[in-house]
């Protein structure tokens, strides 16, 4: 007797020989969170996706950056909402390893700076690779250190940069995007003093903005100065208090 096939079968079989769409299922865990609804189906993807399928899948900067930025930001939201407590020690809970990611027990840390910022050192500024390499976040780290990440990764805290959803066709577009709008929101002047107040994350991160050179060539590039201006740099206090869902509008 011939075994009888249904529709329903054939279309579940099918669908099963479809590549998951990495990307896209960092996209749907944060929709997920931006609209207060149950994400706990893509934090389980994103733990189960195949390492190797991941690391040819993401081949690129472009989708590197969408994917991990996502992922980054999604999780965190997952978590510090399903217990905010988490938070009361946030040097724990960015450095232990609270998340799995391709079948891999991994930190926050790992995807900031292992993965996004190619291994640096996390309290070098910027200037130093961590000596203590790590081969599961060397596979997937970017080819370059992208200063703008740091306008568009959220840890939590009131003074972190909104939440965007990114794509990788759009993503140099939506960084700076997201690199201007928060530079908006915290450029502030003393002019009778002469000084420029920028965020401390470009303080604490320095190096990746190319020093206080590059700081300021960044603040030029985006009218904040002009050339040659005599206005001091100072960086701002940074506001750490739990703040989430906050997402950009657009």
Not at 213 to 241: A, C, F, H, M, Q
Request: aromatic letters at 14%.
């Amino acid at each position: 007797m011939k075994r009888i096939i249904s529709l329903a079968g054939l279309l579940m079989f099918s669908a099963q020989l479809v590549a998951q769409d990495y990307i896209e299922i960092s996209q749907n865990l944060l929709q997920a969170m931006r609209d207060g609804k149950n994400a706990d189906k893509y934090v389980q993807q994103i733990a189960e996706i195949n390492p190797a399928k991941l690391k040819s899948q993401i081949d690129t900067d472009k989708k590197k950056l969408a994917f991990w930025i996502n992922t980054y930001n999604g999780l965190i939201q997952y978590h510090l909402t399903k217990n905010p407590k988490l938070y009361e020690d946030r040097g724990d809970f960015f450095s232990d390893d609270l998340i799995t990611v391709a079948g891999q027990k991994v930190s926050f840390d790992n995807l900031e700076h292992g993965v996004l910022r190619r291994g640096t050192a996390k309290l070098s500024k910027g200037y130093f690779k961590n000596p203590f390499g790590d081969d599961w976040y060397e596979q997937y780290q970017v080819d370059k250190i992208d200063w703008r990440i740091h306008f568009a990764l959220n840890c939590g805290a009131a003074d972190c940069p909104p939440i965007r959803i990114y794509d990788d066709e759009t993503i140099y577009e939506q960084l700076n995007a997201s690199a201007n709008k928060y530079l908006k929101s915290q450029v502030k002047y003393d002019r009778e003093e002469k000084e420029i107040y920028v965020p401390a994350l470009m303080n604490w991160f320095s190096g990746d903005f190319g020093g206080k050179s590059g700081v300021r060539n960044i603040l030029e590039k985006n009218d904040y100065l002009k050339p040659g201006s005599d206005y001091d740099i100072e960086y701002k206090d940074y506001d750490w208090t739990l703040k989430l869902g906050t997402f950009y509008k657009d």
